[in-house]
């Protein structure tokens, strides 16, 4: 159980109308929480929207959208994604080694 307190969640996925989050403390995810889809505000409905949460006798009471943590966190992840993406490929060096 999350102990009570205010956190920086993620949406990681939804599954049906419920959205699961992760929960986070100190940079490292702890736990996770699900929730019903409409509870989230309007906003963070989006697969990896960042939210500030609050936790009350371990379950979720209300979270605030951070729009700038999301843009933030998107385009961390966009530039990692391109980075490897310009990576040249291995050679292969199956053709090469003596049999």
Same mark, same amino acid.
């Given at each position: 159980?999350? !102990?009570? +307190?205010?956190?920086?969640?993620?949406?990681?996925?939804?599954?049906? &109308?419920?959205?699961?989050?992760?929960?986070?403390?100190?940079?490292?995810?702890?736990?996770?929480?699900?929730?019903?889809?409409?509870?989230? !505000?309007?906003?963070?409905?989006?697969?990896?929207?960042?939210?500030?949460?609050?936790?009350?006798? +371990?379950?979720?009471? +209300? +979270?605030?959208?951070?729009?700038?943590?999301?843009?933030?966190?998107?385009?961390?992840?966009?530039?990692?994604?391109?980075?490897?993406?310009?990576? !040249? !490929?291995?050679?292969? &060096?199956?053709? &090469?080694?003596?049999?």
């Amino acid at each position: 159980m999350i !102990p009570d +307190g205010t956190y920086t969640a993620t949406v990681d996925r939804f599954e049906d &109308n419920r959205a699961v989050l992760l929960v986070e403390a100190d940079g490292q995810d702890i736990d996770q929480l699900v929730v019903d889809r409409d509870e989230l !505000p309007w906003r963070a409905r989006t697969q990896n929207a960042v939210l500030t949460i609050t936790v009350a006798d +371990g379950a979720y009471d +209300g +979270g605030r959208y951070e729009p700038d943590e999301t843009e933030a966190r998107t385009e961390a992840a966009q530039s990692r994604f391109d980075r490897l993406s310009r990576r !040249p !490929p291995a050679a292969d &060096n199956a053709d &090469n080694e003596d049999a």
